[in-house]
């Protein structure tokens, strides 16, 4: 419909057309959970079913069947629709292996960062020794 300018055309006009129609409320009246809202019966909604234009037969027969002869859905239905819908063991390997190495960095930089404020503080502490004994040696 995309690459058809004339159907997008119609389209266009016939939702106007049933937006004025609808008045106040839109299209089809009151939204669901409204107290006034009556849900369609089967009868109305294959009436318009059977008032569209360009599906096949199999499609008019396949919806008339579902329309009629509701089915619940399976849990096969909606593994196929919807996907897996948790995590596979891949998922969880990938994410401990970038949890892990992105430990390992900051424990890194981590013994980086205590070593070298230990060194300093020797450093500091030697110097000190070294004044103290300097200071010794010239009072004697």
């Given at each position: 419909m995309a690459e058809d300018p004339v159907n997008q055309?119609?389209?266009?006009?016939?939702?106007?057309?049933?937006?004025?129609?609808?008045?106040?409320?839109?299209?089809?009246?009151?939204?669901p959970g409204h107290p006034d809202f009556k849900m369609p019966s089967p009868e109305e909604i294959w009436k318009?079913?059977?008032?569209?234009?360009?599906?096949?037969?199999?499609?008019?027969?396949?919806?008339?069947?579902?329309?009629f002869n509701p089915k619940p859905p399976s849990p096969?239905?909606?593994?196929?629709?919807?996907?897996?819908?948790?995590?596979?063991?891949?998922?969880?390997?990938?994410?401990?292996?970038?949890?892990?190495?992105?430990?390992?960095v900051f424990a890194l930089f981590g013994y980086k960062l205590y070593k070298s404020l230990t060194e300093k503080e020797l450093k500091k502490q030697e110097k000190l020794k070294n004044k103290q004994q300097k200071k010794a040696k010239k009072s004697n």
């Open positions: 055309q119609a389209f266009a006009e016939d939702v106007a057309a049933a937006a004025a129609a609808g008045g106040p409320a839109g299209f089809a009246g009151p939204e318009l079913v059977e008032g569209m234009e360009g599906i096949s037969d199999d499609e008019r027969a396949e919806l008339r069947e579902n329309i096969e239905d909606f593994m196929r629709q919807y996907g897996h819908p948790g995590h596979s063991s891949r998922e969880y390997l990938v994410f401990f292996v970038m949890l892990a190495l992105i430990l390992i």
